[in-house]
């Protein structure tokens, strides 16, 4: 896709979504990062009631250290995977504890050396708790990517790296945050809204569909 078709996307998007930013609520980085390690294969509406409550008493990595692997499944259950998850969130706070002297670190670096964490967890803690340009590339900002032809590729990883390339490090996670909530409301994943997309006059997806199967199935 040309520099021209990009601009116009990322003009339309910043237009149809001025009020976009992160959907799960915190009130620090740690707190973020347990959030997103809980967002696995569950939405951030389910995320932030749990945590609502989860956070009155566990909201540091001494307070979450004070629970058994058993203690915290059971108070984070209701988002699924609840085991690994609580595996995950109790090992990244003993690190964040005793190697980071209770701070979340500021590192891509660091971060992914943390259990459960990986990029996209990392990129959603650096930009939205930090202020670091990234792109975390969730199953939305990978779908609507894709088809709308700024960033091919098979992996998160190939995603990410088409769309730090492609789009201005100034609007990284602004960008993020306008792939997301498109991918929500609109490019949604089985059923596409593409009658009410204002992005349909430079989608790959719409405009050369025999093209756009050809590639995201050699992609």
Request: net charge positive; proline share 5%.
């Amino acid at each position: 896709m040309n520099r021209e078709n990009i601009d116009n996307i990322l003009k339309t998007l910043s237009e149809t979504y001025p009020q976009a930013k992160c959907a799960l609520n915190f009130g620090s980085p740690y707190e973020l990062l347990v959030s997103t390690i809980l967002s696995a294969q569950c939405t951030d509406v389910r995320v932030n009631k749990v945590t609502r409550e989860l956070y009155k008493e566990y909201n540091t990595p001494e307070k979450m250290l004070s629970l058994t692997e058993e203690e915290l499944g059971e108070k984070i259950k209701s988002c699924g995977f609840f085991r690994s998850k609580s595996k995950h969130i109790l090992e990244a706070s003993r690190v964040i504890l005793e190697s980071h002297k209770g701070e979340v670190p500021k590192t891509m670096e660091e971060l992914t050396k943390l259990s459960g964490v990986g990029r996209k967890t990392a990129n959603v803690v650096l930009s939205n708790a930090f202020g670091i340009p990234a792109i975390a590339v969730d199953t939305h900002v990978f779908r609507v990517s894709n088809r709308l032809g700024i960033a091919i590729g098979n992996t998160p990883d190939k995603v990410e790296k088409e769309l730090m390339k492609n789009i201005p490090e100034s609007m990284w996670s602004d960008t993020h945050h306008y792939l997301i909530w498109h991918g929500r409301l609109i490019c949604k994943s089985r059923k596409p809204d593409c009658e009410n997309c204002p992005l349909v006059p430079w989608c790959q997806y719409f405009n050369y569909p025999e093209k756009y199967e050809k590639v995201s199935k050699n992609k």
